[in-house]
């Protein structure tokens, strides 16, 4: 069974650009999370989305958006990039209500 | 407020001595417990669980784990450390009555001296 795949899996942007970040969660799996982790600020919550919603938001500005499609493929989307954004971006899909997460490798963002 | 801590940022042991990482842990309701491992640039891998029954709990990679709901603690323990475990182990925490989410401890890094 395919395991959680992000992509891309690096990129540089500049200040102001905006992102997009992919995710295929596990074959079954509809609810896919999304994270943000730094090593000042460790693993923060962004939101997760199950059948195409949003369910549960952390506590992020507006510029960080997020969809879930039919297939439950997942894209996260962020807006007039700031260079604190730069962090590692992780993904992780679950089957509803068992709480187990399966996280992908990540998408490594870098703001200059 | 529901937390979750791990009060060690770093821990450094030698390779083949015992380890024990410890988790503890705020929370209202019967809590399911998670431990993850996430070695450098990789995502996060689940190592144990606890949702019910027996309070010991084995894991992958010869790690284990005790629920002792009187000390609201979750510690992570293995007998002999190799040097493949250096990682950064996180503790989580999540319950049915707030719909799985999960609450993260801020990670213990582990650093193994050969």
């Known amino acids: 069974k395919a395991g959680v795949t992000q992509t891309p899996r690096y990129l540089i942007k500049t200040r102001g650009q905006q992102v997009t970040l992919s995710c295929s969660p596990i074959?079954?799996?509809?609810?896919v999370s999304w994270y943000q982790q730094t090593p000042g600020q460790g693993l923060q919550f962004l939101f997760e989305?199950?059948?195409?919603?949003?369910?549960n938001k952390g506590n992020f500005p507006g510029r960080f958006s997020g969809r879930q499609f039919s297939n439950s493929r997942s894209e996260m989307n962020v807006s007039t990039l700031e260079l604190g954004d730069s962090a590692l971006y992780l993904c992780?899909?679950?089957?509803?209500?068992?709480?187990?997460?399966?996280f992908g490798e990540g998408s490594r963002l870098t703001v200059l | 407020a529901q937390s979750v801590t791990q009060p060690d940022i770093h821990i450094t042991v030698s390779e083949g001595a015992s380890l024990e990482l410890r988790c503890n842990y705020s929370?209202?309701?019967?809590?399911?417990l998670f431990w993850y491992v996430q070695s450098p640039g990789q995502g996060l891998q689940l190592l144990l669980k606890?949702?019910?029954?027996d309070t010991l709990v084995q894991g992958i990679k010869g790690f284990e784990a005790e629920f002792k709901r009187s000390q609201s603690s979750f510690n992570l323990r293995k007998p002999s450390v190799h040097w493949s475990d250096a990682a950064e182990y996180f503790c989580?925490?999540?319950?049915?009555?707030?719909?799985?989410?999960?609450?993260w401890g801020a990670g213990t890094k582990l650093i193994i001296k050969p």
């Open positions: 992780a899909s679950s089957l509803p209500d068992i709480g187990e997460l399966f």
């Open positions: 074959s079954g799996h509809r609810s």
């Open positions: 989305y199950f059948s195409e919603t949003q369910r």
């Open positions: 929370y209202g309701a019967t809590p399911y």
């Open positions: 606890y949702f019910s029954g």
């Open positions: 989580a925490v999540g319950a049915q009555d707030s719909n799985y989410q999960l609450i």
